[in-house]
């Protein structure tokens, strides 16, 4: 059963625009959200907290700003990836995202929408949500390792599936869901997760696709501090991280992401926040 988040004092963005036309006045439930229709990435830095772009194997790989897709406004992010494929050991992965990293509550909800042109073959991990440990929070990208991160999986009959993953090698791979979330190419879908950080086992994290909970896990969920206390801080990354993709695919992957948002109580696929029973 989930928690409910307690309230603490911090910088609040009170609306989140979801829709092809509205605008949801979410009141103070929401912390901070973007849906890039600013034109720009600054809302990625805005308060609270602090946040980013960034790019690995920036040969072939991007982080843009693009209007060809659009889950509400215009605008949207588009991250190519650049798949590794190097034999025998690929890696590391091509590709990048947007960070968001701050001192947020200890529990609280985090959202995005994903749009995937097309269905790919995957032959190893396409990461596109992580909440690394941090630490070092003034390092950004850099100062984290990774710890929970949702891949996106290829089937043997072509449809696309999500499997979360665990770098502890205590937890590594969950389940699979039955029966499997299918991500539709061609169709935008939402992931919501309630991230509890926290050092030791009181740590939580719960995902929803498309409002349908898919995975819900008890674990240690970020790194201590120096002393051994409760980092504070949350590092919060939707992304399209690819190591390799299947020989039949071009060298490059395609995600775009849209409309984050974190907040005290859900935001559900319609925008109507719930608070948890």
């Known amino acids: 059963m989930i928690p409910s988040p307690g309230r603490a004092a911090i910088g609040l963005f009170p609306l989140l625009s979801l829709g092809c036309s509205r605008t949801l006045d979410l ?16 809302s990625l830095s805005a308060p609270p907290g602090a946040g980013g772009v960034y790019v690995q194997d920036a040969g072939n790989s991007s982080v ?6 659009a889950h509400s406004g215009r605008y949207s992010l588009k991250v190519t990836s650049s798949a590794s494929l190097k034999v025998p050991t690929p890696g590391p992965p091509g590709g990048g995202g947007i960070y968001k990293t701050g001192p947020f509550p200890v529990g609280a909800y985090y959202s995005a929408w994903y749009y995937l042109p097309h269905p790919y073959a995957t032959t190893t991990t396409w990461t596109i949500l992580q909440f690394p440990a941090v630490l070092d929070p003034d390092a950004g990208p850099s100062g984290v390792n990774p ?13 696309m599936t999500l499997l979360l993953s665990d770098t502890n090698r205590q937890y590594l791979t ?24 926290a050092v030791d086992a009181t740590g939580h994290l719960t995902l929803w696709f498309n409002g ?27 992304c399209s991280l690819v190591y390799q993709l299947g020989p039949s695919d071009a060298e490059v992957a395609e995600l775009y992401v849209d409309d984050v948002a974190i907040s005290w109580t859900r935001v559900t696929p319609e925008g109507v926040l719930q608070v948890p029973q």
């Not at 103070?28 to 990435?41: A, Q, V």
């Not at 843009?64 to 897709?69: A, K, M, R």
């Not at 710890?147 to 449809?159: C, M, T």
């Open 27 to 42: 009141g103070t439930d929401i912390l901070w959200s973007t849906g890039f229709e600013d034109g720009g990435l600054e």
């Open 64 to 69: 843009v700003l693009t209007t060809e897709h």
């Open 147 to 159: 710890v929970l991160e949702l891949d996106l999986e290829s089937q043997e009959d072509g449809s």
């Open 174 to 197: 969950s389940p699979l869901p039955v029966p499997p979330p299918l991500v539709v190419a061609g169709r935008w879908f939402q992931l919501e997760a309630y991230y509890r950080n």
């Open 212 to 238: 349908t909970e898919i995975y819900d896990v008890a674990r240690p969920t970020n790194a201590p501090i120096g002393d051994g206390g409760q980092n504070p801080n949350v590092y919060f990354s939707p």
